[in-house]
């Protein structure tokens, strides 16, 4: 069953303009008949896009599809927590690939992408904390210069 899904260095690939583009148009030329095959084409495709607003997209169209169509759920799990993940939503991406690890404990990708989220986590957190610590270190020294003159 894990074999549908990608490994994290495909998952973190990016798709061409043009790639994009004919998920794109085969998307607008089904119009109010758009198959869910075709949505999830689609939004799989703008999840793979570079540009953040189409990234945006791709999750908001496969929320629609998990919620809408409940036998494609198993298969948008692993693809919303990439794309939130990708947003740097990492709680949201937590909870669809937790999610995904409940139907397939021994998902191998699931469980890289889980690695994937803590170590940004814990990256971001670094760097969050080097900030404060920078911001505290100026302010002790504009203090320090400031009780100095009194």
Sequence with gaps: MTDNLPSMTDADSCLSDSQLEVLKKQYIREGEYVTE???FNYSWGLIKS?????QTQGVLLLTDIYREVP???RECLFYLALGHFKL?????AR???EA???YEPNNHQAHALRQEIEDRVAKEGYIGMAIVGGVAAVGTVILASLLKRR
Excluded at 50 to 54: A, P, Q, Y
Excluded at 88 to 92: I, M, Q, T, V
Aim: a positive charge.
């Design 37 to 39: 095959q075709t949505r």
């Design 50 to 54: 570079k540009n953040r607003r189409e």
């Design 71 to 73: 036998d494609r759920r």
């Design 88 to 92: 740097g939503n990492y709680n949201d």
């Design 95 to 97: 909870k669809f690939n």
């Design 100 to 102: 995904l690890l409940e």
